[in-house]
């Protein structure tokens, strides 16, 4: 417990009020959802941040672009824009955001990626703008009630899961637990890889108790090979400066000094926007370290590849590293079948 909780706790009791109100309006229909002809499928969390909802979104485009024509559409958080946009090559990541810019840059020959504050709005836009879309994800939507979705996907780590968090500012929730009812599948992420039954069910026991109907699934991470914008591939070992704007970078962390030999590290907040100052520092820290390269996450690199930075980093390798869903084969089928057959039936529907 830190000193100044039970400062914080005033604020987080009005907080919790506040979005318990707003929930129960939904809930007796004083509040409206609209639901959609397309089907959609709601990829959120509880908590503020760090959950792996991109990677997870990812594996979803993955498992199912062969089948669908698929949008995402989120919020956009942290772009200098606002309304609606349907990304295309003129796009940036001050435009769009981040993570919605690192979707389109690594899947734009596959589906589409919109941006858009107000979804309830955004999605008859899309069905404008792309009419052969038939499968929306609602990228960080589990809180945006507006839009009544097909189906809710609740993303909690394994090392922080909702049920041992609090609300803001005293924890990361941004509603109560009890908000967990809604999900219909509950996805544990970056679980460690020995994760064996007898912890699986404790996790199950604590989640029931706030939904006894959700699937619950239990799913890693797993790192890739980096990789620089020349298709460079980093080697191990490598001496490597990190940089990091996400939620929580310990794993970021904790994996690169497994692997590589890592000479200093860069900790910034998520969605962190780059500024001069901070390349300038990035760049001195190389020169004092002239064999490293940057290691990033994808979403950083497409930042720091930005071209106002271009002439500060021409010189220092910057290396990308990607992650991926660690899934047991029979999971990733049942995820597959699931979202299959809540499409086919909103096309039984029409």
């Known amino acids: 417990m830190r000193w100044f909780d039970p400062l914080l706790l005033p604020f987080s009791i009005s907080y919790d009020l506040a979005t318990r109100l707003r929930n129960h309006l939904f809930d007796i229909g004083f509040k409206k959802s609209k639901n959609f002809t397309v089907p959609t499928v709601v990829i959120g969390n509880l908590s503020m941040g760090g959950t792996g909802k991109t990677p997870f979104v990812e594996f979803l485009i993955e498992l199912l672009s062969e089948h669908y024509q698929i949008t995402t559409l989120s919020r956009g958080y942290g772009r200098k824009s606002k309304g609606y ?77 909702f049920f041992e968090d609090q609300i803001v500012p005293k924890g990361t929730l941004r509603e109560s637990m009890v908000g967990a009812s809604r999900a219909d599948m ?13 912890e699986r069910n404790a996790f199950r026991q604590q989640i029931r108790k706030y939904n006894q109907k959700a699937n619950i699934i239990f799913v890693g991470i797993r790192y890739g090979t980096p990789k620089s914008s020349s298709l460079d591939l980093l080697e191990s070992k490598s001496d490597v400066i990190t940089v990091s704007g996400i939620a929580n970078d310990t794993l970021f962390k904790n994996e690169a000094s497994r692997i590589f030999q890592v000479k200093h590290t860069f900790s910034y907040t998520d969605h962190h926007h780059y500024t001069l100052k901070d390349i300038n520092k990035i760049a001195q820290k190389c020169r004092e370290f002239p064999n490293s390269v940057i290691l990033t996450t994808e979403k950083d690199a497409v ?27 029979e999971d990733k089928a049942f995820i597959k079948n699931t979202i299959i057959n809540i499409i086919k039936e909103k096309d039984y529907e029409k």
């Open 303 to 329: 930042k720091l590849k930005a071209p106002i930075f271009r002439d500060y980093l021409a010189e220092i390798p910057i290396f990308a590293w990607p992650i991926t869903i660690d899934i047991q084969r």
């Open 186 to 198: 509950i996805i544990v992420t970056k679980c460690p890889k020995d994760l064996d039954e007898g």
């Open 85 to 161: 946009i349907l990304a295309d090559d003129s796009s940036t990541a001050s435009q769009i955001g981040d993570e919605p810019f690192q979707i389109y840059e690594k899947y734009k020959e596959k589906i589409n990626v919109a941006v858009g504050e107000k979804r309830v709005l955004a999605i008859p836009q899309i069905l404008v703008d792309s009419p052969d879309t038939s499968l929306i994800l609602l990228d960080d939507a589990f809180q945006h009630r507006y839009v009544l979705a097909d189906y809710q996907i609740l993303l909690t780590t394994y090392h922080k899961p």
